[in-house]
């Protein structure tokens, strides 16, 4: 029997006159390559137009204008549609699939209908917010009532939800690969350093002005092509800790590629003038940027993001070695020269006005109020300004106009309401909880996993106080950078496709 079985296994396969295995096999063998070329060129070409979008959303005053978020959905929605169609038509899956995201994916479709029942007039009406009632009665007609106080606002909202979603999804898929994840953060690191070198060359030449247009306020701090140097702060801290990253790897791979003695010092030096000097000279410019924008809230988190780097770096550098060591302590040196060089801006800022805000505080008051008369189905997300002229007392000076409540949590849980405003950021958490993981646990290809947690510290830290958050430079570049820190949480062994 078991000389039969090895005669089986011996004899050869039958092979068809048509098709000899000589001609056969590397047909299917170029036909293989082919598709997987064409695969490489599709998630390429992706690749690089979602980094055209992340380069040019701070351009335009920080995003924060309705046409630019509308410019940007059109695109980020056409070049979605593109990829898509170029993966069902080579037949190939996507490098992750949806199910290994399954409840932030969940949550993310949940919010997004959400919002379109808010903005419906097929809620039960029991439902409405009584304005709509009142001005049916006032205009004599019936009008359709909505949850949203504003459906118009709610639309924009929605907009921009499916913008970020759209720029976080091509993130995922286009970052699988560990080197299109660091040419990501290389690519936020880099646009970093060229709009905080902008930023400063316009506060020191030109500083009524910002791009072509006569400045209305904050001629004495940096902002970039932001408005409001708050969120210019939270964009810059996002871009030093990119470079910070980078130039931390340099040198841990530096000092990985020999085991000790002089050749790993002389390696260690060539880092310092060669990818980690650079990175470390873009990290000093945006480090200065940051620190004359005179931001208390987007210096402060940047500082408690640098804190996060830092740990997480350390952890990293354990197993590392002395080059992980060199590049965390040179990089913090870095941030400490340009802090000392231009800190007195901050330093007088800070000493005439402190961390306290009275009227800040009195609009989380009365934003808390309102969030308490509608705590579970919100007032529409994207009305804040609607509902907090409803709310508004002598509390606050008569003068000015709060369109934003300076709390992007508050404007969530007073927008969706509490139960979907909790499962939102409960799935960003997952995402996180993800590139924590794999920034304390993978060996390499960990940069944008790093880079994602310690800007997430920043951005989440400055939405208690500011709404950075709600400028699209800021929001894009962060929600990409997620993507691609999630890309890089399972090892490259792992088949996420299916």
């Not at 998630?43 to 978020?69: K, S, T």
């Not at 940007?72 to 699939?97: D, F, K, N, V, W």
């Not at 809620?123 to 304005?131: D, R, S």
């Not at 410019?285 to 940051?290: E, P, Q, S, Y």
Request: net charge positive.
């Amino acid at each position: 029997m078991a000389d039969l079985r090895g005669a089986v296994t011996a004899t050869p396969a039958v092979r068809s006159p048509r098709e000899p295995p000589s001609r056969a096999r590397p047909a299917e063998r170029g036909l293989a390559r082919s598709k997987a070329l064409l695969d490489a060129y599709l998630h390429e070409a992706a690749f690089a137009g979602l980094g055209v979008g992340i380069a040019l959303a701070p351009f335009w005053f920080g995003g924060n204008r309705p046409i630019v978020w509308s410019l940007s959905a059109a695109y980020l929605g056409a070049l979605t549609l593109l990829y898509e169609l170029g993966l069902a038509a080579s037949a190939r899956e996507h490098p992750i699939a949806l199910k290994r995201i399954g409840y932030p994916a969940l949550a993310f479709a949940a919010t997004a209908l959400w919002l379109v029942l808010q903005m419906s007039a097929l809620t039960p009406a029991g439902y409405h917010q009584p304005i709509w009632r009142m001005a049916s009665e006032a205009l004599g007609r019936a009008i359709p009532g909505a949850i949203s106080l504003d459906r118009d606002e709610s639309y924009w909202a929605l907009v921009r939800l499916m913008t970020l979603g759209l720029a976080f999804w091509l993130a995922l898929q286009t970052g699988r690969s560990p080197e299109r994840a660091k040419r990501a953060v290389a690519l936020i690191a880099a646009l970093g350093a060229a709009y905080a070198s902008y930023g400063i060359v316009a506060f020191f030449v030109f500083p009524r002005t910002t791009l072509w247009f006569d400045k209305l306020s904050y001629f004495d701090s940096v902002t970039s092509t932001f408005v409001n140097r708050n969120s210019y702060a939270t964009y810059a801290g996002i871009g030093l800790i990119a470079a910070l990253t980078l130039s931390f790897g340099a040198y841990a791979e530096a000092s990985r590629r020999h085991g000790g003695g002089l050749r790993t010092l002389a390696s260690l030096v060539a880092a310092s003038a060669g990818t980690g000097g650079a990175w470390l000279a873009a990290a000093f410019v945006i480090g200065v940027a940051l620190i004359l924008t005179g931001s208390r809230g987007g210096v402060s988190a940047s500082l408690f993001g640098l804190l996060a780097f830092a740990i997480l770096a350390a952890a990293r550098g354990r197993k590392r070695g002395l080059g992980a060591g060199v590049g965390l302590l040179v990089g913090l040196l870095v941030v400490a020269l340009a802090f000392f060089a231009f800190g007195d801006f901050f330093a007088e800022r800070l000493a005439e006005q402190g961390f306290n805000s009275d009227d800040r505080l009195a609009v989380y008051r009365l934003t808390w109020l309102s969030i308490e008369d509608s705590p579970w189905l919100g007032f529409g997300y994207g009305t804040f300004r609607q509902v907090f002229s409803m709310y508004r007392d002598s509390s606050i000076g008569p003068f000015g106009v709060w369109d934003l409540a300076h709390d992007s949590y508050l404007e969530l849980l007073q927008g969706l309401g509490a139960p979907m405003a909790v499962a939102f950021l409960s799935a960003i958490a997952v995402l996180i909880a993800r590139c924590a993981y794999a920034a304390l646990t993978r060996r390499r290809s960990a940069s944008a996993a790093v880079a994602a947690v310690a800007a997430t510290m920043i951005v989440m830290l400055h939405s208690f106080v500011d709404f950075s958050m709600q400028m699209q430079g800021v929001a894009l570049t962060w929600t990409a950078l997620i993507g691609f820190g999630v890309a890089q949480s399972w090892g490259s062994r792992v088949s996420t496709s299916g």
